[in-house]
C-alpha cells in the first residue's frame, strides 16, 4: 500500500501567498523527490534531494530533506497563477536488494489570481 | 531526443479485450517503469525494469504483464481488461545508478487513458 503521507490534499491560496506541503512516512528513505503535474501530462521533476538534512532551491521553490529521512516538505514563495497543479512527493525506498519509487497522493494547488 | 512517448493517448476498451501500451524512451536509460494514476490515489508502481531482459513486479502488477527485450521499449499488456483497470497509465525512464539501484530522476510520458467498460 501507500507509503508516504502527504499533506495537505488540497490548497485554494491567492496570488502571492506562499506555500508548504510535507511528505513523511514510517520508512527510511534514501531520496527524495519532487514532482509537478499540469492537467493532461505526465508529472516533471522540481527539485532531487539525496542527503539527509538537505536543503535545495529552484527559484521560488525550496525543498528539504529531513534528518530523520523519513520526511521532506516543498515551500512555494510569492505563488503565481502558474503554480497550478498537482504536487507529489516521491521517494526510492530500498526494497528486496532493489530500489522502488513511491509517490504520495499528492497535493492539489489552487491559486486565485 | 523525444524523450519519453506513450501511444495511444486515448483507449475504450470492452472488459475481456487484450490489448498492449506502448513507451519507447530514445535517452538510453536503462530503467523504466509503469505507474498507473487514479484520483486521490497518487502514482502507483504496476511494473519495472532495471535493463533489457529484466523485469521485476511493483506496487500493483495484477492483470499486467511486461517485457524488455530492448532498451528503448517497455510495453505493457492487459490480458484481459477489467473496469477496475480504468486509469491513467504513465511510463517513466531514468538512467539507473550503481549496482542497478536507481537514484536518478524519472522522465514521464504524457500518459495513456484507458478507460474499460
Known amino acids: 500500500g501507500q507509503q508516504l503521507n502527504q499533506s495537505p490534499q488540497s490548497m485554494f491560496i491567492q496570488e502571492g501567498e506562499d506555500v508548504s506541503m510535507n511528505c513523511t512516512s514510517s520508512?527510511?528513505?534514501?531520496?527524495w523527490l519532487w514532482y509537478k503535474q499540469d492537467p493532461g501530462e505526465g508529472p516533471v521533476l522540481l527539485i532531487a534531494?539525496?542527503?539527509?538534512?538537505e536543503l535545495t532551491s529552484n527559484g521560488r521553490l525550496t525543498a528539504q530533506f529531513g534528518i530523520t529521512r523519513k520526511d521532506s516538505f516543498l515551500n512555494i514563495s510569492a505563488s503565481i497563477p502558474s503554480d497550478v497543479g498537482i504536487y507529489f512527493c516521491?521517494?526510492?525506498?530500498?526494497?528486496?536488494?532493489?530500489?522502488?519509487?513511491?509517490f504520495g497522493k499528492g497535493t492539489k494547488l489552487t491559486v486565485n489570481p | 531526443n523525444a524523450g519519453v512517448t506513450q501511444t495511444p493517448k486515448f483507449q475504450v476498451l470492452k472488459t475481456g479485450q487484450s490489448m498492449t501500451l506502448q513507451c519507447a524512451q530514445d535517452?538510453?536509460?536503462?530503467?523504466m517503469s509503469w505507474y498507473r494514476q487514479d484520483p486521490g490515489m497518487g502514482l502507483r508502481l504496476i511494473h519495472y525494469?532495471?535493463?533489457?531482459?529484466?523485469?521485476d513486479q511493483g506496487e500493483v502488477p495484477n492483470g499486467y504483464n511486461v517485457s524488455r527485450s530492448t532498451t528503448e521499449d517497455f510495453p505493457l499488456r492487459l490480458l484481459s481488461a477489467a473496469p477496475s483497470q480504468t486509469s491513467v497509465y504513465f511510463c517513466?525512464?531514468?538512467?539507473?545508478?550503481?549496482?542497478?539501484?536507481?537514484?536518478?530522476?524519472?522522465?514521464f510520458g504524457p500518459g495513456t487513458r484507458l478507460t474499460v467498460l
Open positions: 517513466a525512464s531514468s538512467y539507473a545508478g550503481n549496482m542497478g539501484l536507481v537514484r536518478n530522476e524519472q522522465f
Open positions: 520508512s527510511i528513505f534514501n531520496t
Open positions: 534531494l539525496y542527503k539527509a538534512g
Open positions: 516521491a521517494g526510492y525506498l530500498t526494497q528486496g536488494g532493489s530500489e522502488k519509487l513511491v
Open positions: 535517452m538510453n536509460h536503462e530503467y
Open positions: 525494469s532495471v535493463g533489457a531482459g529484466i523485469t
